[in-house]
């Protein structure tokens, strides 16, 4: 098949199970016990947001919201902490996928940051409402490692969903 420069590569449907496989592999990553850094980035965050880019129809606010509920839970945050910011980032999300999958990579990260630092601040400011401590300014760092971390779940979440560039009789699609 032959390609236009800047023209996506075609893509398979996404296969349910990977994709909520994906999405508590990330959960079950973000409960691990790793202390209160204020600069680790928030990978169910990323997991979270790159579905509800891609997947809009099945990864939505509501999904959102549950995986923040379970958070909140997990962390024994202030109820609807997480749950309040994991929905932004969805609504986010889903409000501009079409226009953040027509850039490359790189750019996509761009247009994402925005998106992790009102996360972040939406969290921190329940945080600092609820009465909590401020963390320090390494919490900066957290959204920009999750940007930074965006073009690598781009290419593992899409990789069981890219068709093969030239098919032949023995591989068909």
């Known amino acids: 098949m032959i390609m236009r420069p800047g023209q996506q590569q075609l893509l398979l449907p996404v296969n349910p199970r990977f994709l909520w496989g994906s999405l508590l592999a990330a959960l079950l990553l973000a409960m691990v016990p790793l202390g209160r850094l204020a600069w680790l980035p928030d990978l169910l965050a990323l997991v979270l947001v790159f579905w509800a880019v891609h997947q809009p129809q099945r990864i939505g606010i509501g999904t959102a919201f549950v995986f923040g509920l379970v958070m909140d839970v997990h962390q024994g945050t202030l109820l609807g902490q997480h749950a309040l910011s994991y929905s932004l980032l969805a609504f986010c999300a889903s409000l501009g996928h079409r226009r953040l999958l027509d850039y490359p990579l790189a750019s996509q990260a761009l247009q994402v940051l925005p998106v992790f630092v009102l996360s972040h601040a939406v969290g921190l ?29 781009s290419a593992l979440l899409l990789a069981p969903q890219l068709r093969t560039p030239e098919p032949d009789e023995n591989r068909p699609l």
């Open 125 to 153: 400011a329940i945080r600092m409402l609820g009465g909590g401590v401020f963390p320090g300014w390494a919490l900066a760092l957290a959204p920009l490692i999750e940007a930074a971390l965006w073009p690598l779940a």
